[in-house]
């Protein structure tokens, strides 16, 4: 053979042979635990069965598939793969890999049975190319159907729904329909069913995860120590190991984590350091020893009882006024609350205990209403005085001030009017950032009113209460702000139905913001907040709330609030509205979490000795070039001989003509 033509076939072989490496490589997966569990592979293809139409179809097939015999372990069905090409034309769509019970005589009449048990992920048509290659199925977690020792199963391709599949466009699925020698079979389906075909076998493989055959271990903690948590419905307390049967399971970590002085609010599960879920409710599929982590971070709000021991009842449901600070010049705190009674009840706070005190509320009782909502404030007509205003039963609002006892005074509660009923007001200096007055009052229909103080009257304002909505029934609010070191002011609503509810004011309206409330848990209906900042003189916000029954409960936020002044004067009292310089302590970030790498295919190494192939080629090219130069040489040197010879040159004698001729040709 000719060397040029050796060099092409050579070169030509050498390309096909990389794009085969390339096109039909063999399946190695990144997880060791990965196993082959049967296979019949393509080095026994024959034979193509084709797809050219839609499932279901009653004119062509449109699944095709091969039964097969576990291994003598239990397995987690992982992935399936075919031997698949594009026919005719550009098939379009989207194909499924199932896995079905067995049913019939294995190996000769074998068909698939009742609904799947396993579906995998898709692969669309449109990456089939019109040569024969490995497709792979993948099963996700919640597919991975755990396949018994010993049993047969079906594995089937197919199942394209919609899309472009005729006579036109179409798939074929490797076969071997001249000697096949699985011990199983080929069915298909065909117009509403599934049939056998004994002289088939397709060419297939089944991928799984071994199934440990004792109980795995699960092992949980938590970050706050002692946390609950329930699986299956049985209660549980971190640290905790035990061993649980293969399978899933319902785990649910319970919303909050208490102890002396905080309360810590769920935030995530771990699992084997890997995978991070946010819901309190998982399932998670335990086929190995397994490792929990329940994370929990601090709550807005955590339950203190320290800050509510003496508050005893009064008589019904508690409905406190925010505590102020210097009523009687005396340097003390004092809480005044309503009742659901004509009834007011005073305590002033001794640095551990609130003492119960009746000359903090002389004056203000009154028998000619019910449900009782006092809320204070300093200086509201620029007189130097306290004032208290309270709703009623009806709706209505009645004022006093304070000189040394309390005195009523109607014209404290001129312009409010009758909103409704079970009327409950909070007073707020500044609130909205307009340097007024305001009052919003929450009533038994669940909504809010809106007034500003003009320096005479109250004035109804809409936009006051702009975004609050209805909060179901007995809205009843407290204000305060830069709660939680952010410079804005919120507000917090107890309800009819125990719950709370927050809000922040975003410079034009309200927004409700469940993180407001983290942590306040209900706890019995009429809930009836009320806040201070300092009492205890950490710098931090508490939460007072009654309720129904006369009870309380005391929260403290999580937030300290550094706060100067202009000229470093001392702080302003609190019960003076104020808006100073805050510099809140920053939060502690969160644990860094990374997720698992997805994939779980890798190719094999790039195989060097088509490289080797590639030099071969070069040495041979670069032989084959260095031969035809002198063969064009010789040419030359023949072809100048005979000119030479034409033109009859008359030399002396043939020495002189060699002569001459190594002369002109001197490479000869």
Not at 263 to 287: D, E, K, V
Not at 326 to 331: A, E, F, G, K, Q
Not at 478 to 497: E, K
Not at 541 to 561: C, V
Request: proline content about 5%; hydrophobic content about 35%.
């Amino acid at each position: 053979m000719k060397p040029k033509v050796t060099i092409v076939l050579f070169t030509l072989v050498l390309f096909l042979s990389l794009f085969a490496f390339i096109e039909k490589r063999n399946v190695v997966f990144a997880d060791s635990t990965i196993v082959l569990i049967d296979s019949y592979n393509e080095g026994n293809y024959s034979s193509g069965g084709v797809t050219n139409a839609l499932h279901p179809s009653t004119t062509s097939k449109t699944v095709h598939g091969q039964s097969f015999t576990m291994l003598s372990s239990n397995y987690l069905l992982t992935n399936a793969t075919f031997y698949l090409k594009t026919a005719i034309g550009s098939p379009t769509g989207t194909m499924f890999a199932k896995l079905h019970a067995h049913a019939g005589n294995y190996g000769s009449s074998s068909t698939p049975s009742g609904e799947p048990l396993a579906t995998s992920e898709g692969i669309s048509l449109t990456t089939l190319t019109t040569s024969y290659a490995l497709y792979t199925f993948n099963f996700n977690a919640s597919q991975q159907y755990e396949m018994q020792a010993n049993q047969q199963y079906c594995i089937s391709v197919g199942y394209v729904a919609s899309g472009t599949l005729d006579i036109t466009h179409s798939y074929n699925i490797g076969e071997d329909n001249s000697s096949p020698t699985h011990s199983g079979n080929s069915f298909y389906y065909l117009n509403s069913g599934f049939s056998y075909d004994a002289s088939i076998d397709t060419i297939f493989y089944v991928y799984g995860k071994l199934v440990s055959t004792s109980n795995p271990t699960v092992d949980t903690t938590s970050n706050v120590g002692t946390a609950t948590f329930y699986v299956n419905g049985t209660q549980y307390a971190t640290p905790n190991s035990t061993t649980l049967a293969t399978g899933v399971y319902n785990f649910t970590a319970a919303q909050y984590y208490y102890n002396s002085t905080a309360t810590y609010n769920f935030s995530s599960w771990l699992i084997n350091n890997t995978n991070t879920y946010t819901t309190r409710t998982i399932l998670p599929n335990i086929t190995g020893d397994t490792t929990f982590l329940l994370n929990y971070s601090m709550a807005e709000w955590s339950n203190n009882t320290s800050i509510i021991p003496g508050l005893s009842s009064t008589s019904l449901d508690s409905l406190p006024a925010n505590p102020v600070y210097n009523l009687r010049s005396d340097d003390q705190w004092i809480l005044v609350s309503g009742s659901y009674s004509s009834t007011f009840y005073g305590w002033y706070w001794s640095g551990s205990l609130w003492i119960p005190d009746s000359t903090l509320v002389a004056g203000l009782y009154n028998d000619t209403f019910v449900w009782t909502t006092p809320s204070i404030a300093y200086n509201l007509r620029a007189d130097g005085k306290w004032v208290l205003i309270s709703g009623d039963f009806y709706g209505l609002f009645h004022g006093w001030y304070w000189d040394g006892g309390w005195h009523v005074d109607q014209n404290i509660v001129t312009g409010l009017g009758d909103i409704g009923s079970y009327s409950s007001p909070s007073l707020a200096y500044n609130l909205t950032g307009d340097a007024k007055w305001t009052l919003i009052a929450g009533k038994s229909a669940g909504t809010f009113n809106g007034f500003y103080w003009d320096g005479s009257s109250w004035i109804s304002n809409s936009t006051l209460i702009s975004g609050l909505g209805d909060i179901g029934s007995y809205s009843m609010p407290t204000t305060g702000f830069n709660v939680r070191g952010d410079n804005t002011a919120i507000l917090i609503s107890g309800a009819g139905d125990g719950n709370y509810y927050g809000f922040y004011w975003n410079g034009t309206t309200w927004l409700s913001d469940i993180t407001i409330t983290d942590g306040l848990e209900t706890f019995k209906l009429f809930s009836a907040p009320a806040m201070a900042f300092n009492i205890f003189g950490d710098n931090r916000w508490i939460l007072i709330s009654g309720r129904e029954d006369a009870d309380w409960k005391g929260w403290q936020n999580k937030n300290t609030i550094v706060t100067t002044t202009e000229n470093n004067e001392p702080p302003i009292p609190q019960y003076v509205p104020q808006n100073p310089r805050l510099t809140p302590l920053p939060e502690t970030p969160g644990p860094s979490l990374s997720l698992p790498d997805t994939s779980i295919f890798k190719d094999q190494p790039f195989p060097w000795w088509i490289l080797f192939l590639i030099a071969i080629a070069i040495i041979l090219a670069s032989t084959y070039t260095k031969q035809s130069k002198m063969k064009q040489g010789r040419s030359n040197w023949n072809t100048t001989r005979q000119r030479n010879r034409n033109r009859k040159l008359d030399f002396p004698d043939k020495k002189k003509v060699k002569t001459q001729w190594k002369k002109e040709n001197p490479w000869d």
